[in-house]
């Protein structure tokens, strides 16, 4: 695939898979988004595909997301010459090949290690962002790293290389971890903080409720908090606080109905075990895995926030501050004002709030209200979008409503479950090159030339 924005994206993915096509060779990953999620859904476990793929209540904001793409359509034009292409962008002064960065998904371990019929438990978080991390590398396309990663943000940094990468920021109710995971993403490399607004506390995610599945109670999706030196200090405090009596052997997790050890109870204390630091077997005769679990759902973000308290955050770094979860004029005006230095228009990808509005539909009236708010001559904050983006032609819907970039989040991790870093890559590489066939359909060589005068508005 041609790197660095060069053109005919489009052209070069589909010819590969037309050519290994002839010697009976088919895509690594389908090409169809409904067909690439029934595929992992039949490789993930009941647990996993719930926590990937579910959303909120009944699902109608999942839905709202997805249908929403299909008001908006694109108006083809012909004879342009278009023969030469390019989805090279800029954005917070950084080169990149593509308007399409890897959103950040938590518990990101769940698509390779809950598989129907897989084992590799323990080694799984070494699947998981190492994978992502060798795509991204591989395209140059930015990584949002997630809070709830299952991998250490220095390790993926690593792994990264030069390759750019954000960090996700979920606001701890502790004001040492958050500084603690600015700190360290600034270390690490990370060029900007996106601070995740939607999730101060869970939404009502039905799926998981009726599997009684949370991964972050098994340990799962938390290295960034067990691998975090404020985090530890609470663990400890917490540890040193606990009476013996107060603390239960090994291997005797109770359900508190029955009294009894259950199946379930011991392998949860197997799974915090074996994802905390340290020898699995002598995590299971020490209170800190455990304890580490209680203090994580303890210090889990926090509803108390106003926009004042953006300045803070501010104050405590450099790096430039983006707000996910935008879905409403006023807040990105607000965001703006208290010291952000862009908004992402996002629902969380219908994960939080049943029945709620499309993020695509708030998309253009944010993209007014940021442009109308700043002050004339000056650089124009930048607006990303995320929830419901499967396919290339949505993100040129995107694009042309205004987002500067798109996140690309759950089609990705499908690719991981399908195919580990090949999946990831080749999900990418599909998207990118419809978005290129589209502009070229549409009439247009160069990202920065799409925009609503290409939709039937």
Same mark, same amino acid.
Not at 382 to 392: A, E, I, K, Q, W
């Given at each position: 695939?041609?790197?660095?924005?060069?053109? &005919?994206?489009?052209?070069?993915?589909?010819?590969?898979?037309?050519?290994?096509?002839?010697?009976?060779?088919?895509? #690594?990953?389908?090409?169809?988004?409904?067909?690439?999620? !029934?595929?992992?859904r039949r490789r993930m476990t009941r647990t996993a595909w719930a926590y990937v793929s579910g959303g909120a209540g009944a699902q109608r904001t999942v839905e709202a997301n997805r249908e929403a793409f299909g008001r908006y359509r694109t108006v083809p034009r012909q004879m342009v010459d278009v023969g030469g292409r390019s989805l090279a962008t800029t954005l917070l002064g950084r080169d990149l090949p593509a308007p399409v960065l890897f959103g950040p998904v938590g518990a990101l371990e769940l698509a390779v290690q809950h598989q129907r019929g897989r084992g590799g438990r323990a080694a799984a978080p070494r699947n998981a962002e190492p994978a992502l991390a060798a795509a991204a590398r591989d395209l140059g396309l930015p990584v949002v790293i997630s809070s709830q990663a299952s991998t250490p943000m220095e390790h993926t940094a690593t792994l990264l290389g030069d390759s750019p990468r954000w960090f996700q920021l979920y606001w701890s109710s502790d004001d040492t971890v958050v500084e603690s995971f600015v700190a360290r993403a600034e270390a690490s490399g990370c060029e900007a903080i996106v601070v995740t607004l939607d999730t101060h506390v869970l939404g009502w995610r039905t799926l998981d409720l009726d599997l009684g599945y949370l991964p972050f109670a098994r340990a799962e999706g938390i290295a960034q908090y067990l691998s975090d030196p404020a985090f530890r200090r609470l663990v400890e405090a917490r540890v040193a606080g606990t009476r013996p009596s107060d603390v239960a052997p090994a291997g005797a997790a109770q359900d508190p109905g029955r009294r009894l050890p259950t199946p379930s109870a011991v392998r949860s204390l197997l799974s915090m075990a074996r994802h905390h630091?340290?020898?699995?077997?002598?995590?299971?005769?020490?209170?800190?895995?455990? *304890?580490?679990?209680?203090?994580?759902?303890?210090?889990? !973000? =926090? !509803?108390?926030?106003?926009?004042?308290? %953006?300045?803070?955050?501010?104050?405590?770094?450099?790096?430039?501050?983006?707000?996910?979860?935008?879905?409403?004029?006023?807040?990105?005006? /607000?965001? %703006?004002?208290?010291?952000?230095?862009? #908004?992402?228009?996002? &629902?969380?990808?219908?994960?939080?709030?049943?029945?709620?509005?499309?993020?695509?539909?708030?998309?253009?009236? #944010?993209?007014?209200?940021? =442009?109308?708010?700043?002050?004339?001559?000056?650089?124009?904050?930048?607006?990303?979008?995320?929830?419901?983006?499967?396919?290339?032609?949505?993100?040129?819907?995107?694009? /042309?409503?205004?987002?500067?970039?798109? %996140?690309?989040?759950?089609?990705?991790?499908?690719?991981?479950?399908?195919?580990? *870093?090949?999946?990831?890559?080749?999900? /990418?590489?599909? #998207?990118?090159?419809?978005?290129? %066939?589209?502009?070229?359909?549409?009439?247009? !060589?160069?990202?920065?030339?799409?925009?609503?005068?290409?939709?039937?508005?």
């Open positions: 695939m041609p790197k660095n924005g060069e053109t &005919n994206v489009g052209r070069t993915v589909q010819s590969a898979i037309y050519r290994d096509g002839v010697y009976g060779r088919r895509p #690594v990953v389908p090409t169809h988004p409904d067909a690439l999620a !029934s595929a992992a630091p340290g020898p699995t077997r002598r995590n299971l005769t020490q209170p800190y895995p455990r *304890a580490a679990v209680e203090t994580f759902l303890d210090v889990f !973000s =926090r !509803s108390t926030l106003t926009w004042t308290d %953006l300045a803070w955050l501010r104050a405590r770094t450099t790096l430039p501050v983006f707000v996910k979860g935008i879905q409403h004029p006023d807040d990105a005006r /607000a965001a %703006l004002d208290h010291g952000a230095d862009g #908004v992402i228009v996002s &629902n969380h990808g219908g994960r939080q709030i049943d029945n709620a509005v499309a993020s695509l539909d708030m998309l253009a009236p #944010v993209v007014d209200a940021v =442009r109308a708010h700043q002050a004339p001559g000056s650089t124009p904050a930048p607006v990303l979008f995320d929830s419901g983006v499967r396919t290339g032609a949505d993100v040129f819907t995107a694009l /042309a409503l205004g987002a500067d970039a798109v %996140l690309l989040g759950r089609p990705w991790v499908y690719g991981l479950a399908l195919a580990g *870093a090949d999946g990831v890559r080749a999900v /990418a590489e599909h #998207v990118l090159a419809e978005l290129d %066939l589209t502009m070229a359909l549409a009439g247009v !060589s160069a990202v920065d030339q799409i925009g609503r005068h290409n939709l039937a508005l």
